[in-house]
């Protein structure tokens, strides 16, 4: 079993930035393609951001050129720096690790975005 723990929400102007972080708690971490979804109140869960073993990235077009995804397998860590943040950006932020059939989800860290 594979524990993930975000971090680094809180409240921020628009146009401000924030850095959340995801830990994991397995020394396989390096194995594993890890995501970002978000869900605003309302609405579904959505895709923002995975990063591969390898390092490749992708990302919605919604955030392409706010959001930048890394990770630090030294860590078990993945992180999403979040940049020129909007008040459409405000929603639970969950961090997904997939490997082949294991798929696992954190509890979610919430970003608000507001003046």
């Known amino acids: 079993q594979v524990q993930l723990v975000e971090s680094g929400g809180g409240l921020v102007q628009p146009g401000g930035s924030l850095r959340l972080s995801c830990g994991a708690s397995?020394?396989?971490?390096?194995?594993?393609?890890m995501s970002w979804y978000r869900q605003a109140p309302g609405k579904e869960r959505e895709f923002i951001s995975a990063i591969t073993r390898a390092g490749s990235t992708n990302y919605a077009d919604s955030v392409k050129g706010r959001f930048t995804i890394s990770r630090d397998n030294a860590k078990n860590t993945v992180y999403l720096q979040m940049n020129s943040l909007k008040p459409d950006d405000t929603a639970v932020y969950y961090c997904n690790a997939k490997f082949g059939l294991m798929d696992y989800w954190g509890r979610g860290t919430l970003v608000t975005v507001s003046s």
């Open positions: 397995a020394n396989i971490f390096s194995r594993f393609a």
